[in-house]
């Protein structure tokens, strides 16, 4: 089972959304463009800059992550701008 994790702030604090599938917009959970730091904690996500997985994406992984495992602590980590993210795709 995949599950992640995304955070309004940087250093996984503020408004939380945790998910096990995919999310094809964060408009009903108030984080839509309001993402900064993301934890996976299990499987492959990608990160979308628009709603219905469309625009620019970004590839988040239980693997990977700079700070612990699949931890993704500043938006920076995944080489994306901040507060952009509107929809997560699990793909793995």
Do not use: C
């Not at 990160?47 to 993704?72: C, K, S």
């Amino acid at each position: 089972m995949s599950r992640i994790t995304v955070y309004q702030h940087v250093g996984y604090v503020g408004l939380a959304f945790g998910a096990l599938d995919s999310v094809p917009s964060l408009v009903p959970f108030n984080l839509n463009d309001h993402v900064s730091s993301v934890d996976v904690e299990s499987g492959k996500w990608e990160l979308y800059e628009h709603v219905n997985f469309t625009g620019q994406r970004w590839i988040v992984e239980a693997d990977g992550g700079p700070a612990r495992n699949g931890g993704y602590p500043t938006f920076q980590n995944w080489n994306g701008p901040n507060d952009i993210i509107s929809s997560i795709k699990k793909v793995g």
